[in-house]
């Protein structure tokens, strides 16, 4: 199917490290992102990673690409209460349209 | 920066109503999507469109269509609301050249509730 998946929920404590898991679909997506969306606003990118690449580190964000198992990771680094928001993770399939497709989101709660 | 404008932050209409959703942006971008985003389901695509007066469904295109009359502007028309159609609706857009990454630049978001 065209499922991009990613548990709804993470909630850790702030200074720690949060992990954001994503399993996409199509395994010669050329571009895989991710977003951030606080409330009530619209998403903002925060990252995105070409596919022949494993990693992408950029400040406090570390992301990871498994292609094998088709696993995208975003690493956060020393979390803050600011980033408290819903994250999603987007691919763009190689198929030659514009359908990027976007998971769930995962919310991640950011405990003082 | 890019900009991606929404008419509305918020809109309430009544059921049958003819409603429209307008999305400018600044940056002459090639692509201009319409999305809607609902608790648990993510976001969902209805419309894009790669071109002036092109446009192409997405995965949920029933109950609406599209306007590009010019490049920076797409509309979304809901041609008789319903109360399903209650959602976060957001517009974005992308430069349409793979080596910019094709990352999307979204809208602030319309949230319509239709009574």
């Known amino acids: 199917g065209e499922d991009v998946e990613q548990s709804l929920f993470l909630s850790v404590r702030e200074g720690d490290s949060s992990v954001i898991n994503c399993t996409y679909t199509d395994s010669s997506s050329t571009y895989l992102y991710w977003y951030k969306q606080e409330p009530g606003a619209g998403l903002q990118l925060l990252t995105y990673i070409f596919s022949n690449m494993d990693m992408k580190q950029d400040q406090r964000l570390t992301v990871l690409l498994n292609k094998k198992d088709k696993h995208l990771s975003l690493r956060i680094a020393d979390t803050q209460t600011g980033d408290s928001a819903i994250y999603f993770c987007?691919?763009?399939?190689?198929?030659?349209?514009?359908?990027?497709?976007f998971g769930t989101g995962t919310r991640l709660k950011v405990l003082a | 920066d890019v900009k991606v404008t929404q008419s509305s932050r918020y809109l309430v209409k009544r059921t049958g109503e003819k409603v429209f959703l307008e999305c400018v942006q600044d940056?002459?971008?090639?692509?201009m999507f319409w999305y809607r985003q609902d608790p648990g389901l993510g976001l969902r695509l209805i419309y894009f469109s790669y071109d002036v007066k092109m446009k192409e469904k997405g995965d949920i295109p029933e109950g609406y269509s599209v306007s590009r009359e010019k490049k920076e502007r797409f509309s979304l028309i809901l041609e008789s609301a319903s109360t399903n159609q209650t959602s976060m609706y957001l517009c974005?857009?992308?430069?349409?050249?793979?080596?910019?990454?094709?990352?999307?630049?979204f809208g602030p978001g319309t949230r319509l509730t239709v009574l």
């Open positions: 940056m002459d971008h090639e692509n």
């Open positions: 987007a691919e763009l399939p190689s198929s030659g349209t514009y359908k990027y497709i």
């Open positions: 974005a857009s992308s430069m349409g050249l793979a080596g910019s990454g094709d990352t999307q630049y």
